[in-house]
């Protein structure tokens, strides 16, 4: 029981809450910006940092390997920086966001789903803005994470860690903190919002063409489009198919960005977990 109550406090609400006004505050200033401040060199600039920090920090580090262990780290230095990455995609803590995650695989699209997609039009707004339920994350879900020292660290003192790289843009230019990390940190938002509703919608998956070639047990779908945008991450289906593969390519025999990297910065006798 205290190890489940010092997972629940680990878990806490008011953090997931300062979680979501950070990043309605990043939406804000990026329109605010792009509006007022308009530079056409740094929001490409932007735009690529976005990528990158999506194929790192989202796929590669939340996704792949905290969420679902599908990779383990080649060494502690390539281990910091997935963290550093992870933690700058203001998605929250690792542990808070693999606790959404793999409640949403365990529960997908159904009523014990965090993510799950209703027919109510505000309450899918929400979800596109990643305001999930958070009262249906078990923390249990969790407990290898909090056992990792690193990984526990980087929870325990995400806003110190997660607010050096902006507080450093704002010295050298306050426009800066907008194109070169709000603008990433929308992107990665945005890729989300395309996990968390685009990819569960039988609507869109109509609209966007979407295929299903693995199993029909929940609404996902692929994507070519969306895995162009997002590394990888199109392959929604393929990965809720197998979700501990961290490559979706070896499963569908097509190009994933984020796979082939993860591949890379893997220990190489390190397999694919099938358990989550």
């Known amino acids: 029981m205290t190890t489940l109550n010092n997972l629940k406090n680990k878990l806490s609400i008011a953090n997931y809450n300062r979680v979501r006004i950070a990043q309605a505050t990043i939406y ?24 990158i920090l ?3 920090g989202v796929s590669v580090s939340l996704h792949k390997w905290i969420s679902h262990r599908a990779l383990d780290p080649r ?5 910091h920086l997935l963290l550093l990455l992870g933690t700058m995609t203001t998605l929250g803590t690792p542990i808070e966001f693999a606790a959404g995650h793999r409640t949403h695989h365990k529960h997908s699209d159904t009523d014990q789903d965090p993510f799950a997609l209703t027919n109510s039009w505000l309450h899918n707004i929400k979800l596109w803005f990643l305001w999930m339920e ?16 690193e990984i526990k660290f980087y929870h325990n003192n995400y806003w110190k860690i997660w607010s050096v790289y902006p507080i450093i843009l704002f010295m050298v230019d306050p426009a800066l903190v907008v194109y070169l990390f709000a603008i990433p940190v929308v992107y990665c938002l945005l890729g ?12 869109l998956q109509k609209l966007f063409r979407g295929t299903k070639p693995h199993n029909e047990k929940d609404l996902s779908w692929d994507s070519v489009l969306f895995t162009w945008l997002f590394a990888g991450e199109g392959y929604h289906e393929t990965h809720h198919a197998y979700p501990g593969e961290r490559n979706y390519g070896k499963r569908n025999n097509k190009f994933d960005l984020s796979g082939e990297i993860a591949d890379l910065l893997t220990k190489r006798e390190y397999p694919a977990n099938t358990l989550l």
Do not use: C, E, Q
């Open 192 to 203: 989300m919002s395309w996990v968390t509703v685009i990819a569960h919608s039988d609507t």
């Open 28 to 51: 804000l200033l990026v329109i605010a910006t792009l509006i007022m401040n308009f530079n056409v060199g740094l929001l490409i600039a932007g735009l690529v940092l976005g990528y």
């Open 54 to 56: 999506f194929t790192l």
């Open 75 to 79: 060494n502690r230095l390539v281990k």
């Open 134 to 149: 958070t009262d249906k994350i078990n923390p249990r879900v969790v407990i290898d994470l909090v056992k990792d020292r």
